[in-house]
């Protein structure tokens, strides 16, 4: 009987998280109340209350929860989330492993990117959700850091702000790439993506300057 009631618990939750994500596609974040979603869910507001104490909190958990499985990200003691296949990717570095895992993640793009737009849309408004996106998006960095740091690529102070350049490429991408008239097709896109990010992502040969008509040649160090 536990199991039943705990069951039950579960489905009343996803009802409010799922509720909730579909009225602030359709309405907006400011346009949607705590009684919409609960009425939406075929409950009541006080139940909504019993498992969340806000709408804020509501939103917290679609990145936190419906976000980060979409992601296959899973709670990390260091960095809040973490998905240990792009810290294993980028430590790989590999044109084929990067453009590997940049098609699986575009896959999700069609679920994540309305919740990342609301979740942006609710911070503007909401003082209790201040750069609840942009936060996120500092754990899916961090993953590459450690990425690059467990190949031991660049220097550390490189790293993160490299994580910072390859996470605004994608982010940006993913929010723009079936409105905007790119010339591109989907995979040319995915392609140049991760063309992108292979050269971002590893150290490049070391070539030497040009030299002038008739200098000597240079030292090898």
Do not use: C
């Amino acid at each position: 009987m536990a199991s039943l009631r705990e069951a039950q618990k579960q489905m009343t939750r996803r009802l409010l998280l799922e509720s909730g994500l579909k009225l602030f596609k359709a309405k907006g974040y400011a346009a949607t109340t705590v009684d919409d979603i609960a009425t939406a869910a075929g409950t009541t507001r006080v139940t909504f209350y019993a498992y969340f104490p806000s709408r804020s909190e509501l939103m917290r958990a679609l990145i936190d929860e419906q976000l980060n499985e979409a992601l296959k990200r899973v709670r990390s003691p260091e960095h809040g989330s973490t998905a240990k296949d792009l810290v294993t990717t980028v430590a790989d570095g590999t044109p084929e492993a990067i453009m590997a895992w940049l098609r699986r993640t575009a896959e999700s793009w069609p679920v994540i990117r309305p919740i990342i737009r609301i979740g942006r849309d609710a911070a503007v408004i909401d003082p209790d959700l201040p750069d609840l996106v942009e936060r996120w998006l500092e754990e899916a960095i961090s993953d590459i850091e450690d990425g690059l740091t467990a190949a031991g690529r660049f220097a550390p102070h490189q790293r993160h702000f490299r994580g910072v350049l390859a996470m605004s490429q994608l982010d940006y991408v993913a929010q723009h790439w079936d409105g905007s008239d790119w010339k591109l097709t989907r995979d040319q896109m995915l392609e140049e993506l991760a063309d992108s990010w292979v050269r971002l992502l590893n150290r490049p040969a070391l070539t030497a300057p040009p030299q002038p008509p008739g200098a000597a040649p240079a030292a090898t160090p």
